[in-house]
């Protein structure tokens, strides 16, 4: 089973003059719940090399035995600061697309063709896509093979409203996901601020914020299992 986790380049945080990027816990659990099942894991970004790390996620605060795990793992550190190029990958070459999230898909990754065409040719080709926290960002532009809005008419999931008021940039943000999604037409639920959720609908896999990482991977897992049994 081969997996692509997808990871942001962007490392500012709007006009604040303070850094972001990806979250490290939506990084590490899923990479070891792929790793534990026997996954091959690549990583890749825009712009290829070391993505940039929130520093609010390694905060003492914010770590969790996943991250920890990283903290010990020199394999997986190597390749985290060794991304592939994103417009170097294909999607024919994975069973399954992982994008973590961190505030720095908002930018460049919610705006990327490269990002739109991988999504759309692996959902089209049978390959599911998982998404958490503020990745759900990425499918701003995706489409369906009618050319509307991917999630119009789908239940989705991610990062709240609510929770974007609780971290204090609302007003930072390019754009409130929660908002965004609903205006394209997506059937959004949540679970409470910083609750687990996770909504899968057919290959698509989405979940709220940080604590669901874990399991929106578990769910992507079972959904690609469901897929090669089908196969």
């Known amino acids: 089973m081969n997996v692509l986790m997808v990871l942001t380049s962007h490392d500012e945080l709007g006009d604040t003059g303070e850094k972001t990027g990806f979250w490290l816990e939506e990084f590490a659990a899923p990479y070891y719940a792929f790793l534990d099942a ?45 991304t592939q190029i994103l417009s170097e990958v294909s999607a024919d070459d994975y069973d399954m697309i992982f994008y973590p999230g961190g505030h720095g898909p908002l930018w460049d990754l919610a705006e990327s063709d490269v990002s739109k065409a991988l999504i759309e040719n692996a959902l089209r080709s049978g390959r599911p896509v998982g998404l958490v926290c503020h990745a759900p ?29 609780a971290v204090g940039l609302t007003d930072v943000v390019p754009f409130l996901l929660e908002d965004e999604l609903k205006k394209l037409g997506a059937d959004f639920s949540e679970a409470g601020t910083f609750k687990p959720h996770v909504v899968t609908e057919g290959l698509l896999v989405t979940g709220q914020n940080p604590p669901s990482s874990a399991p929106t991977a578990e769910a992507l897992l079972r959904v690609c299992a469901e897929q090669k049994e089908d196969a």
């Open 38 to 82: 026997g996954a091959e894991i690549t990583l890749a970004s825009p712009k290829g090399g070391k993505p940039p790390l929130d520093p609010r996620s390694d905060t003492e605060d914010s770590q969790t035995e996943a991250t920890e795990r990283y903290k010990n793992d020199p394999d997986a550190q190597m390749k985290l600061a060794t």
């Open 137 to 165: 960002a990425v499918l701003k532009t995706v489409e369906n093979e009618d050319g509307e809005p991917l999630v119009k008419g789908r239940k989705v999931t991610g990062f709240t409203n609510e929770e974007e008021e």
